[in-house]
């Protein structure tokens, strides 16, 4: 398995521009997240969603959406990036069973610049 | 409002020493209790949970946690430390009882081992 992955590992943005960020995991699991980690701030929950279609708002939600059409895959988009948005972004999954409690699991993150 | 304090930024022990990272959280009810670690540039890893039953915690790598409820504590302990376990550590909790599996971070503290 590979596990949660991410894509693009790198990106430079400029004000005003949009992308997508990819995750996708290959274990099955009906639990899904992203967050954001800023310097000294831990980890920000953005959106997460509990199976495919669908997808709720965490802390920090502003600026993004998501969607989740398969059980694989959650995007989140930035429709109009700002230097505020500037963080490194961590997607990550559980199984999601009910009457178990399982850790997350990561992916390797996306560095995203906003300039 | 629910939250997870790690009150150290930082954390420099000499190797072969005992270490300890502190935790403590403020959350209604008796949460799940989760420490995880990452590496420079990486994401995160699970190192270790509690759920219920035993209060000491035995996880990844020789690191354990010591859960005390009536403190609302959950400190992360080697008993000899290594190099290799220089890192980020993150303390988070969920809730029990919630649908979503959410975890709340604290803000991490640096873990410097000097040979």
């Known amino acids: 398995n590979a596990g949660v992955t991410q894509t693009p590992k790198f990106r430079i943005l400029k004000i005003g521009q949009s992308m997508t960020l990819q995750c996708a995991q290959d274990?099955?699991?009906?639990?899904m997240y992203w967050y954001r980690q800023d310097p000294g701030m831990g980890l920000k929950l953005i959106y997460y969603?509990?199976?495919?279609?669908?997808?709720d708002k965490g802390e920090v939600p502003n600026g993004y959406n998501v969607s989740r059409s398969t059980t694989e895959d959650f995007p989140l988009r930035l429709e109009l990036a700002a230097p505020s948005q500037t963080s490194v972004y961590f997607c990550?999954?559980?199984?999601?069973?009910?009457?178990?409690?399982?850790?997350?699991?990561f992916g390797p993150g996306t560095r995203l610049t906003v300039l | 409002a629910q939250s997870v304090a790690q009150p150290e930024d930082q954390v420099n022990v000499a190797e072969g020493n005992p270490l300890t990272v502190k935790c403590t959280y403020s959350?209604?009810?008796?949460?799940?209790l989760f420490w995880y670690v990452q590496y420079p540039n990486r994401g995160l890893q699970f190192l270790l949970k509690y759920i219920t039953g035993d209060n000491l915690v035995k996880g990844s790598y020789g690191f354990e946690a010591e859960f005390n409820k009536s403190q609302t504590s959950f400190h992360l302990k080697k008993p000899s430390a290594l190099v290799s376990d220089s890192a980020l550590y993150f303390c988070?909790?969920?809730?029990?009882?919630?649908?979503?599996?959410?975890?709340?971070f604290g803000t991490g503290t640096l873990l410097a081992v000097q040979p």
């Open positions: 969603s509990v199976g495919a279609g669908i997808t």
């Open positions: 990550a999954s559980t199984p999601g069973k009910r009457g178990v409690y399982n850790e997350q699991f």
């Open positions: 274990m099955n699991h009906n639990y």
């Open positions: 959350v209604s009810g008796n949460p799940y």
């Open positions: 988070a909790v969920s809730l029990r009882g919630g649908a979503t599996n959410k975890l709340i």
